[in-house]
């Protein structure tokens, strides 16, 4: 898995029905997705939520071999998932047994879902990054999380510093490359030998990486000091967040998909 594989943070600039779309409306609109998505059960649930993921792509106009890119470093998560499901799914239908292990036709089709639901989650998770700037996202997290204001929580340090850290995700995803290179270039090897050995040598690449990231944040600190900025204090915005009547149809299809979603699962479908 090469570095450049990792997408999570980043922004595809573009005129799309989707990133035209209230912030707050993608925010709504994903939870809302995920919640569906944890209560399907079944291949008429699940060919319903990869239908609306399949549509949101196309919609987004995000290109297909980005989001499948984006997948590759959670490949291995879900593989680990999916064989710890087969094997300690307890089920009538027994297929294969030996030793300890059992596998069961309860277990395969519970491996399999759950790595589809690993794969759409993440995607329609990071459908949202793709077509969202993180000043957008930023804005709209913080209007979502307003009500909270009333009990003191400092809603737009939390919205600010989520938004930064997404944002600095590919930033030192570059930055790790660019180590990398410059130490296999002195002779540094990151690919022979086991997974332990590979370990060991991705050890010198966290003493610089520490120092760049840090050497950034406090630059970043200091150009947010020059421009007087002191938190969301009386803070006005150039942008005004405003729903329109695709923002409200939007939420409305979501969450008829979500009732659907939950009614067909309490059949079993």
């Known amino acids: 898995m090469a570095l ?12 799309s029905l989707v990133h035209r779309l209230d ?6 609109a994903v939870v809302l997705y995920i919640v569906a998505l944890f209560l399907a059960k079944y291949f008429v649930t699940y060919a319903i939520m990869f239908g609306v993921l399949a549509l949101s792509i196309a919609i987004s106009h995000v290109p297909l071999k980005s989001i499948l890119r984006g997948l590759k470093p959670v490949l291995f998560i879900a593989i680990f998932t999916a064989v710890l499901n087969l094997f300690y799914t307890t089920g009538t239908h027994v297929l294969v047994h030996f030793w300890i292990f059992t596998i069961t036709l309860e277990g395969v089709f519970q491996a399999f879902f759950m790595v589809v639901r690993i794969m759409m989650l993440i995607s329609g998770t990071f459908l949202l990054t793709y077509t969202t700037s993180p000043i957008l996202l930023t804005d709209g997290l913080e209007s979502l999380l307003n009500p909270l204001k009333k009990i003191k929580v400092p809603v737009h340090e939390l919205a600010m510093m989520m938004s930064i850290a997404l944002r600095f995700i590919p930033t030192l995803i570059e930055e790790t490359d660019k180590i990398m290179s410059a130490q296999r270039a002195r002779g540094a090897d990151f690919e022979s ?9 991705l050890i010198p690449l966290l003493v610089p990486l520490f120092i760049s990231a840090f050497r950034r944040a ?3 600190a200091v150009a947010m000091e020059c421009r007087c900025y002191h938190g969301g204090e009386g803070r006005t915005r150039l942008r005004q967040l405003r729903y329109r009547g695709i923002d409200y149809m939007t939420i409305a299809f979501f969450l008829v998909v979500t009732a659907a979603v939950f009614v067909l699962a309490r059949f079993g479908l």
Do not use: C, M, S
């Not at 912030?23 to 709504?28: Q, S």
């Open 4 to 15: 450049k594989d990792i997408t999570l943070g980043q922004y595809f600039p573009g005129n």
């Open 23 to 28: 912030p707050r409306t993608k925010l709504i």
């Open 193 to 201: 030998g086991n997974l332990i050995q590979r370990a060991k040598a």
């Open 218 to 220: 406090d630059e970043l």
